[in-house]
């Protein structure tokens, strides 16, 4: 998990290092037992990182780590923020005002119109929007955001190697041109529509 990660990062100062640790200097670390240990071990981990990465470079996919200093800052105040996440577009949330948007998928007319409204008048403001790219008021906010010229970035709840919705496949060209995706889901996750919540 990201907090454990974040824990034997901060104690041998990169993620290289850990792997390289025999079993007796890792038993040493409070909260880090066998279970852990044994996984770490495994070299099946690394192989999946390289594809992994691998797959990042291949498509114009950013990996951007806890210790990187692109890494928002403000996430990184999150104890259970990622450890790594991916990004793909021109995204740019330095000191950005940072909007989050998220409702209803069967949005009605008054709330699609209210986004409108909205965004319309944010427009004079250099906010980010944020939301997930789902039916609805996410998908309103987007559309609505790029039709203003707002940076728009939408979390997604699955691998960059997809979209979904397949319907909004239309809008990702102009997503990426000002804004872009973000996610903590490697290409190699399995798509699972818990991850959403």
């Not at 998990?1 to 901060?10: M, S, V």
């Not at 044994?38 to 990182?49: F, G, M, P, V």
Request: net charge positive; hydrophobic share 40%; proline share 4%.
């Amino acid at each position: 998990g990201d907090i454990t990660a974040k824990k034997l990062i901060n104690h041998f100062g990169s993620a290289k290092e850990i792997f390289t640790q025999p079993k007796k200097i890792l038993q040493k670390i409070p909260g880090i037992g066998n279970k852990i240990i044994e996984k770490l071990q495994k070299s099946q981990w690394l192989q999946e990182a390289e594809t992994e990465l691998n797959f990042c470079s291949k498509n114009n996919i950013q990996v951007v780590s806890y210790i990187d200093k692109d890494y928002p800052y403000l996430l990184k105040k999150c104890p259970d923020s990622p450890i790594v996440f991916f990004q793909k577009g021109n995204i740019n949330l330095k000191n950005k005002r940072i909007l989050a948007i998220v409702g209803t998928r069967n949005a009605t007319t008054y709330g699609t119109d209210f986004i409108k409204q909205f965004l319309y008048e944010l427009a004079q403001l250099d906010v980010v929007i944020i939301s997930g790219y789902a039916y609805g008021i996410d998908i309103s906010a987007h559309k609505e955001a790029i039709k203003n010229g707002i940076q728009t970035v939408a979390c997604l709840a699955h691998g960059l190697n997809i979209i979904y919705p397949k319907a909004h496949t239309e809008y990702c060209a102009a997503m990426i041109a000002n804004g872009g995706f973000i996610t903590d889901f490697g290409f190699l996750s399995p798509f699972d529509r818990k991850n959403f919540l």
